[in-house]
């Protein structure tokens, strides 16, 4: 059974940074992609980035794109956020999620429980 546990959270002035790292397990992950969402309070949950497993190619959404870096660590299965410049608008709940990628698209099937990011201005 997949588990995606996530840590990392916390509470940053604008402009500081955080790392979120998520600890996945329960399968080998060959072939999945994974990744960061977010959801802020009272808005949709919305894609950050995402990293292939096998080739490391990875995704981003603009608002990542020059401030936010995924990578992976794969000797412990454990998937990195790295966001720098942070912004009161990147306040939300991070979400690591998994999924296969068949014909270049990827189903996230699997979602951790999610772990708070706070910037205060």
């Known amino acids: 059974q997949v588990q995606l546990v996530e840590s990392g959270g916390g509470v940053v002035q604008a402009g500081g940074s955080l790392r979120l790292s998520c600890v996945a397990t329960?399968?080998?992950?060959?072939?999945?992609?994974l990744g960061w969402f977010r959801q802020a309070p009272g808005k949709e949950r919305e894609f950050v980035a995402a990293?292939?497993?096998?080739?490391?190619?990875?995704g981003y959404n603009d608002l990542a794109k020059g401030r936010f870096t995924i990578s992976l660590d794969n000797a412990k299965n454990t998937v990195l956020l790295q966001m720098t410049s942070l912004k009161p608008e990147d306040t939300a709940v991070y979400y690591c999620?998994?999924?296969?990628?068949?014909?270049?698209?990827?189903?996230?099937?699997?979602w951790g429980q999610g772990t708070q990011v706070t910037v205060s201005s």
């Open positions: 990293i292939n497993w096998s080739n490391g190619l990875t």
């Open positions: 329960g399968r080998t992950f060959s072939g999945f992609n």
């Open positions: 999620v998994a999924g296969p990628e068949i014909d270049n698209q990827v189903k996230f099937d699997y």
